[in-house]
């Protein structure tokens, strides 16, 4: 058996006359895009957080009276959770679960896009674990038939970290990539 042996230098060198893969330049820095079209994508992004802004209202803060009865907190992470798993359908559950889920993967998506400020994971995080959490407590204390509920922040924060890492962090590098140094 013949041996081949390949030089990292040569399999790695960036061809001349072009830039690196994925709109990179030599060096691995990421061409900004123009302004033009850095502010399109931000406008769009934030027409489409003001859209899910109205539904998520629509979808959280509406009352059900019918629920009043059985509607109750849960402080404690995960107890929802075993309820839905054990006595649920799993049509229910599957529900309930997706459903809170999605709810935090706009968030992921578009926070990036939005504030340059917020890129990195951790700010997106944080700002969706607020803003749910100012949701829940809406809920609990103002709308009727509503209840706080602790799991629910937790699944909206993990749509929000698959979201992210799903396109989120790609849109935010994009649209506000850094500029090269000179």
């Known amino acids: 058996m013949a041996r081949v042996v390949i030089s990292p230098r040569t399999v790695f060198r960036p061809r001349k ?15 900004p895009l123009a302004w033009p079209l850095r502010l399109l994508a931000m406008l769009c992004a934030f027409a489409f957080m003001v859209t899910f802004a109205v539904v998520l209202a629509q979808l959280t803060l509406e009352p059900s009276p019918a629920s009043a009865s059985i509607a109750h907190s849960n402080l ?11 006595g649920a359908g799993t049509r229910e559950a599957v529900k309930q679960i997706g459903g809170n889920v999605l709810i935090g993967v706009p968030f992921g998506v578009l926070v990036p896009v ?26 609990g ?16 924060t993990s749509g929000a970290l698959l979201g992210w890492v799903l396109l989120g962090r790609r849109m935010g590098r994009a649209v506000h990539a850094r500029k090269p140094r000179e």
């Not at 204390?141 to 909206?156: M, Y």
């Open 141 to 156: 204390a103002l709308i009727t038939g509503r209840a706080f509920d602790i799991d629910d922040v937790i699944l909206n």
């Open 76 to 86: 404690r992470p995960g107890s929802s959770l075993r309820a839905y798993l054990e």
């Open 17 to 31: 006359g072009r830039s690196g893969a994925g709109g990179r330049r030599a060096g691995g820095v990421r061409r």
């Open 114 to 139: 939005v504030a340059p400020g917020a890129r990195k994971v951790l700010p997106v995080l944080l700002l969706t674990a607020t803003v749910m959490l100012l949701v829940e407590f809406a809920q």
